[in-house]
């Protein structure tokens, strides 16, 4: 069993750029969370998606978005990117309704210049 | 606003000795409270948890102690150990999955 995996490892982009981040979620892992982890921060949550709908979300604007498809992988879409948007970005799933079994992926930093 | 405070950045401890990790909230809706341990390059990895109706849970040499009076949660470590070294999150939740973390705390083992 891979475990979580989350592509690609590092991203570069540009101010006002586009970017998508990809999840795979574990084996059998029916729901995903994204965080996003700033520099000497804790990860803060973002949106989770269950049966490819979005079901809880964080304090974060429009620009982030996302999607699960029907294999449960997941992408987390960011518009009109900023410096602030520099981070580490985790994917998490899980399966079942107690959150100790949520399991993180490496996670992908993405750098805004 | 940071609901859940870790203000120790870092701890050095001995080997064999107790390590503990502090964590405060002040949202008295959370009702759930976890901690992970990440190393580098890795996602943090789930260690302990602890329901806001116990006081105490213990997992080998893992106890998660919670009191609800003063909001303040511990971890404690014992006997510590060289592969323990790693930063440690707290977090919190408050009947939902959107966990609330801590800024985290870099515990150094040393023999």
């Known amino acids: 069993d891979a475990g979580v995996t989350q592509s690609p490892t590092h991203l570069i982009k540009t101010r006002g750029q586009q970017v998508t981040l990809r999840c795979s979620p574990k084996s059998g892992h029916d729901t995903v969370s994204w965080y996003q982890q700033a520099l000497g921060q804790g990860p803060q949550f973002i949106f989770q998606y269950y049966e490819e709908e979005e079901r809880q979300r964080g304090n974060f604007p429009d620009r982030f978005s996302g999607h699960q498809f029907p294999n449960y992988s997941s992408e987390l879409n960011v518009n009109a990117l900023l410096l602030g948007d520099s981070a580490l970005y985790l994917c998490?799933?899980?399966?079942?309704?107690?959150?100790?079994?949520?399991?993180f992926g490496p996670g992908t930093r993405l750098t805004v210049l | 606003d940071q609901q859940v405070k870790q203000n120790s950045p870092s701890l050095s401890v001995q080997e064999g000795r107790i390590s503990i990790l502090n964590c405060d909230y002040t949202?008295?809706?959370?009702?759930?409270f976890l901690w992970y341990k990440k190393y580098p390059a890795e996602g943090p990895t789930f260690l302990i948890s602890?329901?806001?109706?116990?006081d105490k849970n213990e997992d080998g040499r893992f106890t998660v102690f919670l009191n609800k009076s003063a909001k303040h949660l511990s971890l404690h470590i014992v006997p510590s150990q060289p592969g323990d070294s790693a930063v440690y999150f707290c977090a919190a939740s408050a009947r939902t999955d959107k966990l609330i973390f801590g800024t985290g705390t870099r515990l150094q083992v040393f023999p």
């Open positions: 602890i329901s806001s109706i116990k």
């Open positions: 949202n008295s809706m959370f009702d759930y």
């Open positions: 998490a799933s899980r399966l079942g309704p107690t959150i100790d079994t949520q399991y």
